[in-house]
C-alpha cells in the first residue's frame, strides 16, 4: 500500500512544497517535496502537523501542487488525529473545539483562532515550518 503526500503549500513560488503524510505506525510525517533526490520526510511532531494546519486555513504559503493538495477533509482528519493521541485533557479539548470547527465549516478566522489557541497563543506556525524545512533540505 502507498502512503500519499498530502502537500498543504510552497515555500515560495518556486520552493519546495510541504506537506504530511500518514504512517503504517499511525503517526504522521512532515514531507518535503521537489527536492533533488525525491521527496525527503522525517517523523513529525504534534507541533508540525498543528502548523501545516494552521498554513492550510491563514493561507500563508503558495499553493501546493494540483495533484498532491491536502483537501480540507485531510486537515481535518491531520487534527482529529492530534486531537485523539493529545497528551492531556486541556489539549485535547482545544483539539476539539478545532475539529468541530473544521467539521462544522466555520469561518476561516474561527477555525485559525482555535487552531492558534491549541497551537500556543503568539507561536508563529510560518516560522516552525520553515525551520523544520530547513533540516530536511541542506545537504547532507
Request: a negative charge; charged letters at 25%.
Amino acid at each position: 500500500m502507498e502512503i500519499v503526500a498530502c502537500a498543504v503549500g510552497r515555500l515560495g513560488p518556486d520552493g519546495p512544497w510541504v506537506g504530511f503524510a500518514p504512517t503504517l505506525d499511525d503517526t504522521y510525517a512532515l514531507v518535503v517535496g521537489t527536492l533533488p533526490g525525491g521527496p525527503r520526510q522525517v517523523v513529525a511532531d504534534p507541533d508540525d502537523l498543528l502548523a501545516l494546519a494552521l498554513a492550510y486555513f491563514e493561507e500563508a504559503l503558495d499553493p501546493p501542487p494540483d495533484e498532491l493538495a491536502a483537501t480540507h477533509g485531510d486537515i481535518g482528519a491531520l487534527v482529529r488525529h492530534l486531537a485523539e493521541h493529545a497528551p492531556d485533557d486541556a489539549q485535547r479539548r482545544l483539539l476539539g473545539e478545532a475539529v468541530d470547527a473544521i467539521d462544522d465549516g466555520l469561518a476561516a478566522e474561527t477555525t485559525i483562532a482555535r487552531l492558534s489557541r491549541a497551537f500556543g497563543d503568539g507561536a508563529d506556525a510560518i516560522v516552525r515550518i520553515r525551520r523544520r524545512v530547513s533540516g530536511l533540505v541542506q545537504p547532507a
